[in-house]
């Protein structure tokens, strides 16, 4: 197929349905992550002392956690495919 031919595909509608899907999906995914992560302090220090790390407490640092939990990854796929045109029903 010579390239003026894969230009013509892109041109598509169905194309062009699924890439502003995807963009979507992807922007609800990230918007849903970042609503769920909870922000905690972690108190460590990385030292090295000798060829060893040792973790000394004192330093003060947020840290990010994220669900991993069965329950919110499928809140996450089923909320995201809601809108998919291109998803089975079944």
Known sequence: MSLSGHILY???????GLITWY??????????????IEWRYCF?????KGKKLVV???????????PRDRAFK?????ELMKDNPYA???
């Open 10 to 16: 892109l041109r598509d509608d169905r194309v062009w």
């Open 23 to 36: 963009i979507r999906a992807l922007q609800n995914a990230i918007d849903m992550i970042w609503d769920s």
């Open 44 to 48: 460590q220090e990385l030292v090295r």
């Open 56 to 66: 000394i407490r004192g330093l003060k640092m947020r840290v990010p956690i994220i």
């Open 74 to 78: 499928k809140r996450l796929r089923d």
């Open 88 to 90: 089975a029903t079944g």
